[in-house]
C-alpha cells in the first residue's frame, strides 16, 4: 500500500514563530487532507488540498503531487496550535482507502 | 446542529465479550469511515462505506464488523475476536469518498 512519512516528528516552538510540516507519499494519490488532533482527541480537518495551494488565515498548505509531498505552513504560532498534525492520503486506484502519517506533534510555548 | 456523534465516549469490555461502538451521522452524507487509533501514532482505516447497504475493509478490519443499513448510521461491532482491542476508535463521514472527511469526538475501548 501506499506510505506516508512526516515530519519533522515532534516540534517545539516559541509563541509567535512560524513552521513547515512536511508529508511525502509514495505514490499518485487524488486526495489530500490535513488534519488538527487536539489533546482531547478531537480530529479537525484544515485542508482538503490534493494539488495546488490554499490558505486559511495564519494556515497555509501546497501540495506539489506531482513530487509527492505537501508542506503545512503555521505563521504566528500561538500556543492553541499545539497538539498533532496528520496528513491523509487517498490512492488514485482506491478512493475510500486512506492512509494517515504518524503525525507531527507540534508543541507552542508561550 | 449538525455534526457527528459518538458513544459512549468510554466503554470496557471484559474479555471474550463484543462490544459495539455508535456514530451518527446528521449531516447528509453519504460516506462513512470507522479509525483505530493507538498511543502515538496515526489513524488506521477499519472499515469504510459508501453508500447505505454497502462496506469495504480497510487495512485492519480482522476482529470487527459493521453495517450500514441507515444512511445517518454507522456502527462498529468489536468481537472478541479481536485479541488487542485496546484503543482509541474515531468514525468520520464525507459527502463522498474524494471529499472533506469530518471527525466525531471517538470512543475509548479499554479491556478488562
Known amino acids: 500500500g501506499i506510505q506516508v512519512e512526516q515530519s519533522p516528528p515532534d516540534l517545539i516552538l516559541q509563541e509567535g514563530a512560524n513552521s513547515t510540516l512536511r508529508c511525502n507519499f509514495s505514490d499518485s494519490v487524488n486526495n489530500l487532507q490535513w488534519f488538527h488532533q487536539n489533546p482531547w482527541g478531537q480530529l479537525i480537518n484544515l485542508f482538503y488540498?490534493?494539488?495546488g495551494t490554499k490558505q486559511n488565515g495564519r494556515l497555509s498548505a501546497t501540495t506539489v503531487a506531482t513530487e509527492r509531498y505537501s508542506l503545512l505552513y503555521i505563521s504566528s504560532s500561538q500556543t492553541t496550535d499545539s497538539g498533532v498534525y496528520f496528513c491523509?492520503?487517498?490512492?488514485?486506484?482506491?478512493?475510500?482507502?486512506?492512509?494517515f502519517g504518524d503525525g507531527t506533534t507540534l508543541t507552542v510555548k508561550p | 446542529d449538525g455534526g457527528i456523534t459518538q458513544s459512549p465516549k468510554y466503554l470496557f469490555r471484559k474479555e471474550g465479550q463484543n462490544v459495539t461502538l455508535s456514530c451518527e451521522q446528521n449531516?447528509?452524507?453519504?460516506?462513512m469511515y470507522w479509525y483505530r487509533q493507538d498511543p502515538g501514532q496515526g489513524l488506521r482505516l477499519i472499515y469504510y462505506?459508501?453508500?447505505?447497504?454497502?462496506?469495504q475493509k480497510g487495512d485492519i478490519a480482522e476482529g470487527y464488523s459493521v453495517s450500514r443499513e441507515k444512511k445517518e448510521s454507522f456502527p462498529l461491532t468489536v468481537t472478541s475476536a479481536q485479541k488487542n482491542p485496546t484503543a482509541f476508535y474515531l468514525c468520520?463521514?464525507?459527502?463522498?469518498?474524494?471529499?472533506?472527511?469530518?471527525f466525531g469526538p471517538g470512543t475509548r475501548l479499554l479491556v478488562l
Open positions: 449531516l447528509n452524507h453519504d460516506a
Open positions: 491523509a492520503v487517498f490512492p488514485s486506484t482506491n478512493a475510500g482507502k486512506s492512509t
Open positions: 488540498i490534493p494539488s
Open positions: 468520520a463521514s464525507s459527502r463522498g469518498l474524494e471529499e472533506t472527511q469530518y
Open positions: 462505506s459508501q453508500i447505505v447497504n454497502d462496506f
